[in-house]
T-cell receptor
């Protein structure tokens, strides 16, 4: 099983600040996904990036897939308290199984 | 109604007891998965099933077994629970698509405490 390292593990910031979460692996994935999980709920898919170098935007969230398809980043601009949650990256292995990173707990204070 | 449901939502049991966690889905998906989530470790795959006659071990299957009773139902059993199986358990489903379209839909989770 391939491994995904996610950093930072915890991030506490003020409303309006920008932040970046990183997801790194030594292995290549067919695609990479980002999920958001709120307390008491299961993860919900935010985005899938497929092509090396791909950039996708979802409102204030920008997702990038590394050129070699081994790493990804999530950038949030002007964070809001509603962005608070656990962010998980997941590599999609050939065969469609997911390998998850450990997650980043984000807390945005108002 | 939720597309993926899990029962029970919370369970406390004692070491050595047998317990079953159940998952049902109304999405009509062929593929179902069981994960456990531990703080600092993310989600780890326990078992998965690509159709009713297919059962596969995941990364951490020791101490667990599963049953795919129908397309819509996938149960996880702990034959003899131990304290290090205390965790949050998630069921997920997906339909048969290529890697760029893989979307897993998660249930709300079952919080299990083994004393």
């Amino acid at each position: 099983t391939q491994l995904l390292e996610q950093s930072p593990q915890f991030l506490s910031i003020q409303e309006g600040e920008n932040l970046t979460v990183y997801c790194n692996s030594s292995s290549v994935f067919s695609s990479l996904q980002w999920y958001r999980q709120e307390p008491g709920e299961g993860p919900v898919l935010l985005v899938t990036v497929v092509t090396g170098g791909e950039v996708k935007k979802l409102k204030r969230l920008t997702f990038q897939f590394g050129d070699a398809r081994k790493d990804s980043s999530l950038h949030i601009t002007a964070a809001q308290p509603g962005d608070t949650g656990l962010y998980l990256c997941a590599g999609v292995e050939y065969g469609n199984k997911l390998v998850f990173g450990a997650g980043t707990i984000l807390r945005v204070k108002s | 109604d939720a597309d993926v449901t899990q029962t029970p939502r919370n369970r406390i049991t004692k070491t050595g007891k047998r317990i079953m966690l159940e998952c049902s889905q109304t999405k009509g998906h062929d593929r179902m998965y069981w994960y456990r989530q531990d703080p600092g470790l993310g989600l780890r795959l326990i078992y998965y099933s690509f159709d009713v006659k297919d059962i596969n071990k995941g990364e951490i299957s020791d101490g667990y077994s599963v049953s795919r009773q129908a397309q819509a139902k996938f149960s996880l059993s702990l034959e003899s629970a131990i304290p290090n199986q205390t965790a949050l358990y998630f069921c997920a489903t997906s339909d048969r698509r290529g890697p760029s379209q893989e979307t897993q839909y998660f249930g709300p989770g079952t919080r299990l405490l083994v004393l």
